[in-house]
């Protein structure tokens, strides 16, 4: 007769160096300031919809400000400028949902290069919303972008002040770093 298990039909206890760690509770810091990437990640939506709804904005203001040459643009070049605006602007805005949901998920298993990622994300939203309030570039601040280039900064920045609190980063510390 065959016996797997020496001694008996039980498997030998696993000794405490392979037990997991237990995972200490999420604090309250870091469940807020996911749910607020949440919320980015919808109100970036939002300004993606918002923006092709008054795409026509977009229009006008290419066609009165924007140059080539120090001359005005042709009704070709409007719209070939129009075009890749509205590609630029809905691949970089999935792109950006897809961090925001990205972020907050590895924030919330407790991530720390999840939490300096998303500052490092903030820190180029940052610069982002200077350069679009000062002018610089050509089509800064056409339509309601500039409201909602606001309003994801603002997002962002309380994700960031939840991250970095007392709590949130014992919790970053305590995790295991794999």
């Known amino acids: 007769m065959y016996q797997p298990y020496p001694g008996g039909d039980q498997p030998p206890a696993q000794s405490a160096q392979f037990e997991a760690p237990v995972r200490p509770p999420i604090p309250q810091s870091v469940t807020r300031a996911v749910q607020v990437m949440y919320l980015g990640a919808v109100a970036s939506l939002i300004g993606i919809i918002i923006e092709l709804l008054t795409r026509h904005s977009l229009r006008t203001f290419i066609a009165n400000h924007a140059t080539r040459n120090g001359s005005r643009l042709t009704a070709a070049q409007v719209a070939d400028t129009y075009h890749a605006e509205l590609v ?91």
């Open 88 to 178: 630029v602007l809905v691949v970089v805005g999935l792109i950006g949902i897809g961090l925001w949901i990205w972020m907050a998920r590895m924030n919330k298993a407790g991530k720390n290069w999840a939490r300096i990622t998303s500052t490092v994300f903030f820190a180029i939203e940052t610069i982002s919303a200077l350069t679009a309030v000062s002018g610089v570039g050509q089509l800064a601040g056409a339509g309601a972008g500039r409201f909602y280039g606001l309003l994801v900064w603002l997002i962002g920045l309380g994700a960031i002040i939840l991250l970095w609190q007392r709590q949130s980063s014992a919790y970053f510390q305590g995790r295991p770093r794999y």
